[in-house]
């Protein structure tokens, strides 16, 4: 038993692709979505400790380079499909912790054990940590559906996908991020030219909210 089954899985996070089975112009796969959700995170976390607001930087970073990994063993699963039922959900993240609890007690060397069960368990909780990992998360889904529209994809699913993380977005329970997003980030989104009006688009939320 050694580490070395850890490492090289870190290849496997390149080779799945986020939103499998649809058209588009740009691939993106896990591994390169979990540092660009350490980014956004990192950004924001600095803006709200600018703010007041206490950072606990070594759980950020965990909770941010980690909270995808057990997509190695299940794949990527569309926000849809994950998200059609609780159940569903549910019973999705006990698969995801049985297989990770395997993964560790099997690959990983036993004094590095307890470390890796609090490092990769589940990320989005109540800290400011975890909701600014859950707004990371859904930021990259929101830019990856941007990047697709803006290149001229009729595709429905990216539509859906871009409300959607907007939505979840504009909801999540970080005053001062959301108030920068909306405020900030959408205005230069919808000032930039796009092959899909981005500006109705993101209108149809904001009048809901």
Not at 45 to 68: C, F, M, P, R, V
């Amino acid at each position: 038993m050694g580490i070395h089954t850890f490492f090289t899985s870190l290849n496997d996070l390149e080779r799945i692709i986020r939103a499998p089975g649809r058209f588009k112009f740009e691939e993106h796969n896990v591994a390169a979505h979990s540092w660009k959700v350490s980014q956004y995170a990192m950004f924001f976390a600095t803006l709200e400790e600018q703010l007041g607001a206490q950072i606990n930087w070594k759980s950020l970073y965990e909770k941010t380079i980690n909270h995808d990994f057990a997509e190695v063993f299940i794949g990527d699963i569309k926000t849809p499909v994950k998200h059609a039922s609780p159940e569903l959900k549910e019973m999705l993240a006990v698969v995801e912790e049985k297989m990770m609890e395997n993964f560790i007690l099997e690959e990983i060397p036993p004094n590095f054990q307890a470390v890796f069960f609090e490092r990769m368990k589940e990320g989005k909780d109540a800290t400011i940590e975890g909701r600014l990992l859950e707004f990371a998360d859904k930021l990259d889904q929101f830019y990856e559906a941007f990047a697709e529209l803006k290149r001229g994809n009729t595709d429905k699913e990216f539509v859906y996908m871009y409300q959607s993380a907007l939505s979840k977005l504009l909801d999540l329970p970080l005053p001062n991020s959301v108030h920068y997003f909306r405020h900030e980030i959408l205005r230069d989104a919808m000032a930039e030219k796009t092959q899909i009006d981005i500006t109705t688009l993101t209108q149809e939320i904001l009048k809901s909210k």
